[in-house]
């Protein structure tokens, strides 16, 4: 094995903030992007051989920094389950950075473009670093690496409000933070370790003596980690932060960001406390899917209602969400290969909507609704890859989101739970009539005089819309790259521990 | 053990939970974005505690290694605690930065002024 | 008879299955290149209608004489494929819109250029994919093949409902997408669900695959699911969408909301009465009587509403809602007469409908009118389309020597078969009712004099629609007779989906 081979687990983190210091230094934007770009598909290519690697050896690949041998160094740990986000954030992030150039010239002062990049690269540090390692505390310091770059991300949006969603994310986000160091801190207390795996081993034989406790730890690690992943009640600070960033910070964070706090979330449930604990002991699983139920329902009754297509895409992402941690409540098979599934299906649907949106913002220069009439007609690609990606959230056959549906219906009616089946084909019935309002506007109404030159975007941005767009079509019928996958995942976060 | 001696031993969980909430109470209930931030420095202070007392043993010393010293306080979450500060720093700093520019571009720091002239976000 | 393909031994029996899809929707990328020239656009939806009218006629020997070609695309969820196989009932189906596209095409052509219609180019599009998705649905192996090509099929006709533009036809279009995207997802997909959770298996058979699988009770819940979920059945109360549909111009209203998209519902019903649960098990369902009812009131309702609306379109509308409670009963009698009479029905009303919906459009293009009561006199101005009117009347009604009658006749007997008395009474009383809303129309046009003339006799200018329109709706009026004398043909080609015991035949001595 090559000395390259050894080190990919660390260059996966590495890679990206070397990046970010060199891109901090430029003090161009267009000097940062180049070295972004660079940077992106390297790392790409790093988590596809990172893939490969976990692929063939069929155990998790332990990669111990500074030499300093488990537990008492930190150890990045890279399993089937880690390595799936890993890959999902590597190459989102590297398609949406082609995207990004034209987007962040329009969108952001020259003087600052080359901060933007910076804290890109910093934000994608920071989730592989979450994603990584399998330390508990090192997970804090890699989330508040992601956070506080997506904090100036979102702060550099174009209008003024980005500042202050970008604030009320800090203030919610903190706590969230410090609610999950709080519960690490437990933890520690209680098993004396920091390690992921160490402390899944030590935890059973505490739980008699400090059950309690550990039980204040993982709500508070719940919570904290929900906060981040907006679940629905926690997910107030989304639709700001979504609808006043800049495109492609919106494109990249509602791909990856949530994605790899749920990663988190899976870990602290299946891993460190095991399903006994997680699902029997205390009823989370029932917990989490009433909060699911209202996400999936609540958020997207009032994504029916938005004016501005981007919080309506914000509010349709927690109403997603909700399906995802659905999913993972359900804590079966078919169930959690759904949840697991979406979280790769609803990357990139989501991923594909905020870019549309975003090369529509770069054409005429607002998202409102009304504004949008007859936009079909005129960027007929960029809408159709939107339309695609919006069949894809109502769960249409042949696109990505009926795969997850389907295997979330399955796991619903293996739990005997009606009902769930009712709230879930009943919210892909709300989501027919968001993405509806949409093309009734984009495509039945005429377009008004102003929009008489606009067309497609160019060709960097328009490509990784519609290489999304047919990935979302692609997954539809292949789906050996995600559930199947999922499905195996699933079947060792089951089996590993019950 | 009674009730004293519960909390006499365990008084410094007491004040962290002390500091916990009030710093919480202070970020919900403040309309100042300043005065929020202090809310939340305080809130992650907390924290702070929750890693150290534990750690820290009575008449215990750094871990030096020598015939001289038999006590000693756990490094590991002293060091962890490092880390969390400087990320507690940084969180501020950001935070107190982005006050300033709301200040520049809105002329206030008051949630509620911010609103009435933005409408509700 | 037809040159087949097949004789050059260059396509094999699947690649055909296949290129009825791929054809369709090929067609739809040439229509979407050379849309800046009409007549090639129109000249490619010719000729792959062309193309596909021959496909499926290649395919009707091969299946008449036992052959079954299947084609397997690929397996997207553990035993869920992508996968076509044609039997009886699909290739009937496929023959009847692969036929009718043709027809509907030449039609289409004259109806939009004569009425200046805009964005012709989307409506081919769109028109070309739906008949991709019916010919899909048609051939699906397995009920997630037929679910997918369901919703694609309510999807790409969508734009062709709102195609107007106008606040109403936007209105239409959210029914429509609405009740089908909303019946097929709440409905549908749950009662699918269910059925791979027991019967761990999608695909059709010969028997059905829930059969001693399921209690009674959960054998009442899902098939009520499913004749309620296949919302494009129309069975009361998720109808609305149809009447709504009628906004779409007049071709859509013809091959799709009396064909393709109707028929699609219905056929989905026998293929699921017959090879997912098999007719015995409904036959003796518990919920079978509850849901005969249902359809039984539907059957007399639209009768009812259709008598009383003005709008021509919209009186056809709710005779198709009548008449597809027909083919849903038949189904849900479950005797092998019964469906066989159901399967025949489909095709009988396709033909009988287009007609009368191809008339609809033809009295607005060439006069403007779309109320029954402003057409006195009609007949002497248009007497070709009006003639064609009054013999697919009488094949919807029943009469020979029109196909109607057949289809009805074994729907009756198949009633009679399982002594269901009150099912022959609500089909008598229908047939009476459907004499009550299209005669008078055919009585109007013909007997009354026509508005600033004192009497019919004075000689007045002829004005029809224009050619294509004319011609397309003869043929298919010709097709009602066609069908009368070819109606043993079809029992035979369906005669292997029910038992082959008891072979059902229009018998010889009527």
Request: hydrophobic share 55%; proline share 5%; with cysteine.
């Given at each position: 094995?090559?000395?390259?081979?050894?080190?990919?687990?660390?260059?996966?983190?590495?890679?990206?903030?070397?990046?970010?210091?060199?891109?901090?230094?430029?003090?161009?934007?267009?000097?940062?992007?180049?070295?972004?770009?660079?940077?992106?598909?390297?790392?790409?290519?790093?988590?596809?051989?990172?893939?490969?690697?976990?692929m063939n050896s069929?155990?998790?690949?332990?990669?111990?920094?500074?030499?300093w041998?488990?537990?008492?160094?930190?150890?990045?740990?890279?399993?089937?389950?880690?390595?799936?986000?890993?890959?999902?954030?590597?190459?989102?992030?590297?398609?949406?950075?082609?995207?990004?150039?034209?987007?962040?010239?329009?969108?952001?002062?020259?003087?600052?473009?080359?901060?933007f990049?910076?804290?890109y690269?910093l934000?994608?540090?920071?989730?592989?670093?979450?994603a990584?390692?399998g330390?508990?505390?090192n997970?804090?310091?890699?989330?508040?690496?992601?956070?506080?770059s997506?904090?100036?991300?979102?702060?550099?949006?174009?209008?003024?409000?980005?500042?202050?969603?970008?604030?009320?994310?800090?203030?919610?986000?903190?706590?969230?933070?410090?609610?999950?160091?709080?519960?690490?801190?437990?933890?520690?207390?209680?098993?004396?370790?920091?390690?992921?795996?160490?402390?899944?081993?030590?935890l059973?034989?505490?739980?008699?003596?400090?059950?309690?406790?550990?039980?204040?730890?993982?709500?508070?690690?719940?919570?904290?980690?929900?906060?981040?992943?907006?679940?629905?009640?926690?997910?107030?600070?989304l639709?700001?932060?979504?609808?006043?960033a800049?495109?492609?910070?919106?494109?990249?964070?509602?791909?990856?960001?949530?994605?790899?706090?749920?990663?988190?979330?899976?870990?602290?449930?299946?891993?460190?406390?095991?399903i006994?604990?997680?699902?029997?002991?205390?009823?989370?699983?029932?917990?989490?899917?009433?909060?699911?139920?209202?996400?999936?329902?609540?958020?997207?009754?009032?994504a029916?209602?938005?004016?501005?297509?981007?919080?309506?895409?914000?509010?349709?992402?927690?109403?997603?969400?909700?399906?995802?941690?659905?999913?993972?409540?359900?804590?079966?098979?078919?169930?959690?290969?759904?949840?697991?599934?979406?979280?790769?299906?609803?990357?990139?649907?989501?991923?594909?909507?905020?870019?549309?949106?975003?090369?529509?913002?770069y054409?005429?220069?607002?998202?409102?609704?009304?504004?949008?009439?007859?936009?079909?007609?005129?960027?007929?690609?960029?809408?159709?890859?939107?339309?695609i990606?919006?069949?894809?959230?109502?769960?249409?056959p042949?696109?990505?989101?009926?795969?997850?549906k389907?295997?979330?219906?399955?796991?619903?009616?293996?739990k005997?739970?009606?009902?769930?089946?009712?709230?879930?084909?009943?919210?892909?019935?709300?989501?027919?009539?968001?993405?509806?309002?949409?093309?009734?506007?984009?495509?039945?109404?005429?377009?008004?005089?102003?929009?008489?030159?606009?067309?497609?975007?160019?060709?960097?941005?328009?490509?990784p819309?519609?290489?999304?767009?047919?990935?979302?079509?692609?997954?539809?019928?292949?789906?050996?790259?995600?559930?199947?996958?999922?499905?195996?995942?699933?079947?060792?976060?089951?089996?590993?521990?019950? | 053990?009674?009730?004293?001696?519960?909390?006499?031993?365990?008084?410094?969980?007491?004040?962290?939970?002390l500091?916990?909430?009030?710093?919480?109470?202070?970020?919900?209930?403040?309309?100042?974005?300043?005065?929020?931030?202090?809310?939340?420095?305080?809130?992650?202070?907390?924290?702070?505690?929750?890693?150290?007392?534990?750690?820290?043993?009575?008449?215990?010393?750094?871990?030096?290694?020598?015939?001289?010293?038999?006590v000693?306080?756990?490094?590991?979450?002293?060091?962890?605690?490092?880390?969390?500060?400087?990320?507690?720093?940084?969180?501020?700093?950001?935070?107190?930065?982005?006050v300033?520019?709301?200040?520049?571009?809105?002329?206030?720091?008051?949630?509620?002024?911010?609103?009435?002239?933005?409408?509700?976000? | 008879?037809?040159?087949?393909?097949?004789?050059?031994?260059l396509?094999t029996?699947?690649?055909?299955?296949?290129?009825?899809?791929?054809g369709?929707?090929?067609?739809?990328?040439?229509?979407?290149?050379?849309?800046?020239?009409?007549?090639?656009?129109?000249?490619?939806t010719?000729?792959?209608?062309?193309?596909?009218?021959?496909?499926?006629?290649?395919?009707?020997?091969?299946?008449?004489?036992?052959?079954?070609?299947q084609?397997?695309?690929f397996?997207?969820l553990?035993?869920?494929s992508f996968?076509?196989?044609?039997?009886?009932?699909?290739?009937?189906?496929?023959?009847?819109?692969?036929?009718?596209?043709?027809?509907?095409?030449?039609?289409?052509?004259?109806?939009?250029?004569?009425?200046?219609?805009?964005?012709?180019?989307?409506?081919?599009?769109?028109?070309?994919?739906?008949?991709?998705?019916?010919?899909g649905?048609?051939?699906?192996?397995?009920?997630f093949?037929?679910?997918?090509?369901?919703?694609?099929?309510?999807?790409?006709?969508?734009?062709?409902?709102?195609?107007?533009?106008?606040?109403?036809?936007?209105?239409?279009?959210?029914?429509?997408?609405?009740?089908?995207?909303?019946?097929?997802?709440?409905?549908?997909?749950?009662?699918?669900?269910?059925?791979?959770?027991?019967?761990?298996?999608?695909?059709?058979?010969?028997?059905?695959?829930?059969?001693?699988?399921v209690?009674?009770?959960?054998?009442?819940?899902?098939l009520?699911?499913?004749?309620?979920?296949?919302?494009?059945?129309?069975?009361?109360?998720?109808?609305?969408?149809?009447?709504?549909?009628?906004?779409?111009?007049?071709?859509?209203?013809?091959?799709?909301?009396?064909?393709?998209?109707?028929?699609?519902?219905?056929?989905s019903?026998?293929?699921?009465?017959?090879?997912v649960?098999?007719?015995?098990?409904v036959?003796?369902?518990?919920?079978?009587?509850?849901?005969?009812?249902?359809a039984?009131?539907?059957?007399?309702?639209?009768?009812?509403?259709?008598?009383?609306?003005?709008?021509?379109?919209?009186r056809?509308?709710?005779?198709?809602?009548?008449?597809?409670?027909?083919?849903v009963?038949?189904a849900?009698?479950?005797?092998?007469?019964?469906?066989?009479?159901?399967?025949?029905?489909i095709?009988?009303?396709?033909?009988?409908?287009?007609t009368?919906?191809?008339?609809?459009?033809?009295?607005?293009?060439?006069?403007?009118?779309?109320?029954?009561?402003?057409l006195?006199?009609?007949?002497?101005?248009?007497?070709?389309?009006?003639?064609?009117?009054?013999?697919?009347?009488?094949?919807?009604?029943?009469?020979?020597?029109?196909?109607?009658?057949?289809?009805?006749?074994l729907l009756?007997?198949?009633?009679?078969?399982?002594?269901?008395?009150?099912?022959?009474?609500?089909l008598?009383?229908?047939?009476?009712?459907?004499?009550?809303?299209?005669?008078?129309?055919?009585a109007?046009?013909?007997?009354?004099?026509?508005?600033?003339?004192?009497?019919?006799?004075?000689?007045v200018?002829?004005?029809?629609?224009?050619?294509?329109?004319?011609?397309?709706?003869?043929?298919?009026?010709?097709?009602?007779?066609?069908?009368?004398?070819a109606?043993?043909?079809i029992?035979?080609?369906?005669?292997?989906?029910?038992?082959s015991?008891?072979?059902?035949?229009?018998?010889?001595?009527?």
């Amino acid at each position: 094995m090559s000395a390259i081979e050894l080190h990919l687990p660390a260059l996966q983190v590495v890679l990206p903030l070397i990046g970010a210091m060199l891109a901090a230094l430029t003090r161009s934007g267009r000097l940062a992007w180049a070295i972004a770009l660079v940077v992106t598909w390297v790392t790409a290519a790093n988590a596809v051989l990172l893939v490969i690697q976990v692929m063939n050896s069929g155990v998790p690949i332990s990669y111990v920094l500074g030499g300093w041998s488990v537990p008492i160094g930190i150890e990045y740990r890279v399993d089937q389950l880690n390595v799936f986000v890993i890959a999902l954030v590597a190459l989102l992030g590297a398609v949406v950075l082609p995207y990004a150039k034209r987007s962040v010239a329009h969108e952001i002062r020259p003087e600052l473009q080359y901060g933007f990049y910076t804290m890109y690269l910093l934000c994608l540090a920071g989730l592989f670093g979450m994603a990584i390692t399998g330390d508990a505390f090192n997970a804090f310091v890699f989330l508040e690496v992601s956070s506080l770059s997506t904090y100036v991300m979102i702060a550099l949006g174009r209008h003024r409000r980005a500042l202050l969603a970008s604030y009320q994310y800090l203030i919610m986000g903190t706590i969230g933070a410090t609610f999950y160091v709080i519960g690490i801190g437990i933890l520690y207390l209680i098993t004396g370790t920091l390690n992921f795996a160490d402390i899944a081993s030590r935890l059973p034989e505490q739980m008699d003596a400090f059950g309690r406790p550990a039980m204040v730890a993982l709500s508070f690690l719940t919570v904290g980690i929900c906060l981040k992943l907006a679940l629905f009640p926690l997910h107030v600070w989304l639709p700001n932060a979504y609808a006043y960033a800049p495109s492609v910070a919106t494109a990249l964070l509602a791909g990856t960001a949530t994605k790899v706090a749920i990663y988190l979330l899976l870990r602290i449930f299946f891993s460190v406390f095991g399903i006994e604990i997680s699902f029997r002991t205390i009823p989370i699983g029932q917990v989490l899917i009433v909060l699911s139920v209202a996400a999936m329902i609540i958020a997207a009754v009032i994504a029916v209602f938005e004016e501005n297509t981007e919080r309506m895409l914000a509010y349709s992402s927690v109403s997603q969400i909700g399906y995802i941690t659905l999913g993972i409540a359900l804590a079966n098979q078919a169930g959690l290969t759904g949840g697991l599934t979406h979280i790769i299906n609803h990357a990139i649907m989501k991923t594909t909507m905020f870019l549309a949106l975003g090369a529509v913002v770069y054409r005429i220069g607002t998202s409102m609704l009304p504004n949008l009439a007859g936009i079909g007609r005129k960027m007929p690609l960029t809408m159709a890859a939107f339309v695609i990606s919006g069949l894809g959230l109502v769960g249409v056959p042949g696109t990505a989101g009926f795969i997850t549906k389907w295997y979330l219906v399955l796991g619903a009616l293996e739990k005997g739970a009606w009902p769930l089946v009712a709230v879930i084909v009943a919210s892909s019935l709300i989501a027919v009539v968001y993405v509806g309002r949409v093309v009734e506007v984009a495509y039945f109404k005429s377009p008004s005089a102003e929009l008489a030159d606009v067309k497609d975007p160019p060709l960097s941005m328009l490509l990784p819309i519609l290489l999304l767009a047919a990935a979302t079509l692609y997954f539809g019928f292949d789906t050996t790259w995600s559930a199947e996958w999922c499905a195996q995942i699933a079947t060792d976060l089951l089996g590993g521990t019950s | 053990m009674s009730v004293i001696e519960q909390f006499v031993s365990h008084h410094n969980y007491y004040v962290t939970i002390l500091l916990m909430v009030s710093g919480l109470y202070i970020v919900i209930a403040s309309g100042n974005m300043i005065k929020k931030l202090v809310g939340l420095s305080l809130f992650q202070t907390s924290v702070y505690l929750l890693y150290l007392s534990p750690a820290k043993i009575v008449g215990g010393t750094a871990p030096i290694l020598d015939e001289k010293f038999q006590v000693y306080s756990n490094p590991l979450p002293h060091v962890l605690i490092l880390t969390a500060i400087v990320v507690g720093i940084a969180t501020i700093s950001l935070g107190l930065a982005i006050v300033v520019r709301i200040y520049e571009v809105y002329g206030t720091i008051e949630e509620d002024e911010i609103f009435s002239s933005d409408g509700e976000i | 008879m037809i040159p087949s393909l097949l004789d050059s031994n260059l396509l094999t029996p699947a690649d055909l299955v296949a290129l009825a899809i791929v054809g369709p929707l090929l067609a739809a990328v040439g229509i979407a290149v050379f849309h800046r020239w009409p007549n090639l656009r129109e000249t490619i939806t010719l000729v792959a209608a062309t193309g596909v009218a021959w496909v499926v006629w290649s395919l009707a020997p091969i299946v008449m004489a036992g052959g079954r070609p299947q084609l397997t695309i690929f397996e997207i969820l553990p035993g869920v494929s992508f996968a076509l196989k044609v039997e009886p009932l699909g290739m009937l189906f496929a023959l009847v819109a692969g036929t009718l596209w043709l027809i509907n095409s030449i039609y289409s052509i004259g109806y939009m250029r004569c009425n200046n219609e805009p964005r012709q180019t989307s409506f081919y599009i769109c028109f070309a994919v739906a008949i991709a998705a019916t010919l899909g649905l048609a051939f699906a192996q397995n009920l997630f093949t037929l679910f997918s090509f369901y919703e694609i099929l309510t999807l790409s006709t969508y734009p062709l409902v709102t195609h107007k533009g106008t606040p109403a036809a936007m209105r239409a279009g959210r029914v429509y997408l609405l009740l089908l995207l909303g019946t097929s997802m709440v409905l549908l997909l749950p009662a699918i669900l269910a059925t791979y959770a027991f019967a761990g298996t999608l695909d059709f058979q010969a028997g059905g695959i829930l059969s001693g699988k399921v209690s009674a009770a959960a054998t009442g819940i899902l098939l009520a699911l499913y004749v309620f979920g296949i919302g494009k059945a129309a069975i009361m109360p998720f109808h609305a969408w149809l009447p709504n549909a009628m906004v779409a111009p007049t071709p859509v209203s013809a091959l799709l909301h009396a064909v393709a998209v109707v028929k699609a519902g219905v056929f989905s019903i026998l293929k699921v009465v017959v090879y997912v649960f098999g007719i015995d098990t409904v036959a003796s369902s518990p919920a079978q009587p509850i849901l005969i009812a249902v359809a039984m009131i539907t059957l007399i309702l639209a009768s009812l509403i259709a008598l009383r609306k003005d709008n021509l379109k919209a009186r056809l509308a709710y005779s198709t809602v009548s008449q597809l409670a027909y083919i849903v009963l038949g189904a849900l009698v479950a005797t092998s007469v019964s469906v066989v009479g159901a399967g025949l029905h489909i095709a009988t009303h396709a033909a009988g409908k287009i007609t009368l919906f191809f008339c609809a459009g033809a009295i607005y293009l060439a006069h403007r009118k779309t109320e029954v009561s402003s057409l006195n006199g009609i007949g002497r101005l248009m007497p070709y389309t009006m003639t064609a009117f009054l013999i697919a009347s009488m094949s919807l009604i029943g009469l020979p020597p029109l196909a109607g009658m057949w289809s009805k006749w074994l729907l009756l007997k198949g009633a009679l078969d399982a002594q269901q008395l009150m099912v022959v009474a609500a089909l008598m009383l229908s047939s009476l009712l459907s004499v009550a809303y299209l005669m008078p129309i055919v009585a109007r046009a013909f007997f009354k004099p026509l508005p600033g003339f004192s009497d019919s006799s004075t000689p007045v200018q002829r004005k029809e629609a224009p050619w294509p329109c004319v011609f397309a709706l003869l043929v298919t009026a010709l097709l009602t007779c066609v069908l009368f004398f070819a109606a043993d043909a079809i029992t035979q080609l369906l005669d292997p989906i029910v038992s082959s015991s008891n072979l059902v035949t229009v018998p010889s001595d009527v």
